[in-house]
């Protein structure tokens, strides 16, 4: 066992870490408050390679293992989540799902644009009626030969509005149940495809969230992901990968937010000392550090175990309800620990906290990682 970083991770994780710092930090208070989507900055991030980050380097990504794309997740959401699950969304949702699953001619066609960062991609699973529940899907894709009539909604899609190339999953044959689910790519200006508005959200203002509609949208059967009726699997394969991606996100923000309280508590005095030596202060510090670690832990062991091909999905689920439950816990925290600055904008710690709850929800709720986890410590 080796619990240390080899040195080109560590560079890696220190050119994410000054990418934050000086690109991201700047204007993200701005971006929150204008819910602005961080358009300029997408395109220095596909110059450093973060678009396409453990995309084989023939289709155009970096070639990085998936310890590397955790750091970068990390130290992109200690600063700015909203760039991070745009990201997280391009890489481990719609890249790994083209690069793992996609034919020779769709990767050829439309990861190569993704990895480099000329085009960027969204996952479309949820619907108004199928959200934890994602067999119930109500989007059709009919076959009608040399192409499937896509008919119907998908709501919350990150990205949304700013994507080119969209993985819609649909019912193909509602008999079949889960088995008659197909996962198609779809391109933004198809005839039928209608972008709805930006959702005014929580937290994770900056990113791009929209309900898309699809109306009679002829999708070529070349297009389809997969054998007929792989969809399902398609879909649950790919987010537990994601799973890693927004475990990673959550261990961002937390730290980040671990990281500001620490510094503030040993500037900010109270009854003539700096408050990190009021042991309630400390006691907290010591709690966030505590859980962060070991959510690193799991974030790492996830990351380390698809690296080594071993099967994920416990570990995915574990490393993200226990990364988002410890966002959400400790940004709570640091909120208290800056007292009355902690709840106004220019301290940070606020726009975490908001942030954080977000982690809880996507890409499966906590509810349902325990459910992965019960199920799979059930059959073992
Ligand atoms: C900002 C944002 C971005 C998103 N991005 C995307 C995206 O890019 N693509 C995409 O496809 N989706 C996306 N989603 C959707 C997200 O994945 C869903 O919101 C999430 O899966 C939960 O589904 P739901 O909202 O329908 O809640 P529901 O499924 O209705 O759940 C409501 C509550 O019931 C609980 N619950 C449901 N079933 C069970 C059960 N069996 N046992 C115990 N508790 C249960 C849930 O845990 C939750 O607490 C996004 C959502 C948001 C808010």
């Known amino acids: 066992m080796n619990f240390t970083l080899s ?16 690109e991201l930090l700047p204007g993200v208070i701005e971006r929150d408050n204008k819910q602005e989507f961080p358009e300029e900055l997408v395109k220095k991030m596909a110059n450093l390679g973060f678009m396409g980050i453990m995309v084989d380097p023939k289709y155009g990504g970096s070639g990085m293992d998936t310890i590397s794309y955790v750091l970068i997740m990390e130290e992109l959401s200690k600063i700015d989540a909203s760039a991070s699950v745009m990201v997280s969304v391009n890489n481990s949702l719609v890249c790994y799902g083209l690069e793992a699953y996609g034919t020779e001619e769709q990767k050829q066609k439309y990861l190569t644009k993704l990895a480099s960062g000329q ?18 899907q109500k989007t059709t894709a009919i076959d009608k030969g040399d192409h499937y009539l896509l008919n119907g909604t998908k709501n919350w899609i990150t990205n949304g509005g700013r994507s080119d190339i969209y993985l819609v999953i649909a019912q193909t044959d509602k008999e079949k149940g889960h088995k008659g689910i197909n996962a198609f790519i779809v391109e933004k200006g198809m005839e039928g495809f209608h972008i709805g508005p930006k959702e005014d959200k929580l937290g994770i203002r900056g990113s791009d969230t929209h309900t898309l509609q699809f109306n009679d949208v002829k999708v070529p059967k070349g297009n389809r992901i997969g054998e007929d009726g792989f969809g399902f699997k398609f879909a649950m394969k790919t987010l537990s990968g994601g799973r890693i991606g927004i475990a990673a996100q ?25 408050i990190a030596n009021h042991q309630a202060i400390a006691f907290k510090l010591a709690d966030m550090y505590t859980d962060i670690e070991a959510s690193r832990m799991l974030v790492m062991k996830a990351a ?77």
């Open 304 to 380: 380390w175990d698809k690296d080594q091909g071993n099967n994920y999905d416990k570990s995915s689920a574990m490393a993200k309800l226990h990364a988002s439950d410890t966002a959400m816990k400790h940004t709570v925290e640091a909120v208290q620990i800056h007292g009355g600055n902690g709840f106004v904008k220019e301290y940070h710690v606020e726009r975490l906290m908001r942030d954080a709850k977000i982690t809880q929800i996507y890409e499966g709720t906590s509810e349902i990682q325990k459910i992965v986890i019960s199920r799979s410590v059930l059959r073992d």
């Open 119 to 136: 085009s960027i991609g969204a996952f479309c699973l949820s619907e108004p009626e199928a959200g934890s529940d994602a067999t119930s």
């Open 7 to 22: 040195e080109e991770h560590i560079m890696i994780r220190n050119a994410a870490r000054e990418f934050a710092k000086t």
């Open 250 to 274: 959550a261990l961002g923000i937390a730290s980040g937010a671990y990281e500001l309280a620490l510094k503030y508590s040993k500037e900010r005095k109270a009854f003539g000392t700096e």
